[in-house]
């Protein structure tokens, strides 16, 4: 992590709930064009906060959700349906949690409100499409990085307004080409500016360094982590200015 940038956790809540977020910007102060970075299935943990400093690296403010709850953390070598089964279960609540994480960031003294973009990875990478879907106010674009497309089904769907990046891996069990196609579909009856980019051979998780368990979809994969990094790069530079 470079010396020049600032990093911390930041506490907001949706109701009764507290969640810990955590927030990273670049050196000088004031507010910059911010990207929300939402997390897999287990957690805020030490690699998404990597993602989050990678990203005040870039020169954007990172505010990295939270949406399990403070000291609700999963085990990055483990199974943690129980923590992401009960949001995928109910998308009106993910959906609230999401809202809540948006409307605290935009209250930061960091972060320039007009200026707002989200990422997410895997179950992040779901979370930031149903925030495009949620039409969230001032949200500008979001990349999903391996993300899982089946729709909330919680109503209608409106206009999507936010520009989408989709980086997927084409060979990913989680994501067939069946749903790829579905939420392409999705997506153009929205109205959506959308693009997709996907990765030739590349599983589920191509963004994890360490990740090898391909008798379960998963692995890592260097190319499609460069390529998808700077697609994303390419990506923010056109929504944020």
Not at 36 to 43: I, K, M, Q, S
Not at 49 to 76: E, H, I
Not at 98 to 106: M, S, T, V, W
Not at 216 to 233: F, L, T, V
Request: net charge negative.
């Amino acid at each position: 992590m470079s010396a020049s940038i600032k990093t911390g956790f930041v506490e907001y809540s949706d109701g009764e709930t507290t969640f810990e977020g955590y927030l990273a910007e670049p050196a000088g102060g004031g507010k910059h064009a911010t990207i929300l970075v939402v997390h897999d299935w287990a957690g805020l943990h030490e690699g998404v906060r990597a993602r989050a400093d990678q990203v005040a690296g870039l020169g954007y403010t990172a505010y990295a959700l939270d949406v399990y709850g403070k000291g609700v953390r999963g085990n990055m070598e483990g199974d943690n349906s129980h923590l992401m089964g009960p949001l995928l279960a109910d998308r009106a609540l993910l959906k609230k949690r999401l809202l809540a994480g948006l409307e605290a960031a935009k209250g930061h003294e960091a972060v320039d409100a007009s200026r707002i973009a989200a990422m997410g990875y895997c179950f992040g990478g779901l979370c930031v499409l149903d925030m495009a879907r949620a039409a969230a106010p001032g949200l500008k674009g979001v990349a999903s990085f391996h993300g899982i497309f089946m729709p909330p089904n919680i109503g209608p769907q409106g206009k999507i307004g936010a520009k989408v990046l989709i980086l997927h891996g084409w060979d990913d069990p989680m994501a067939t080409p069946d749903s790829v196609a579905g939420v392409a579909k999705e997506l153009t009856d929205a109205g959506a500016d959308w693009q997709l980019h996907a990765y030739g051979h590349a599983l589920h998780a191509f963004t994890a360094i360490g990740a090898h368990a391909p008798e379960r979809g998963i692995k890592y994969d260097a190319d499609a982590d460069r390529r998808s990094w700077q697609a994303m790069e390419n990506f923010f530079e056109e929504v944020l200015g």
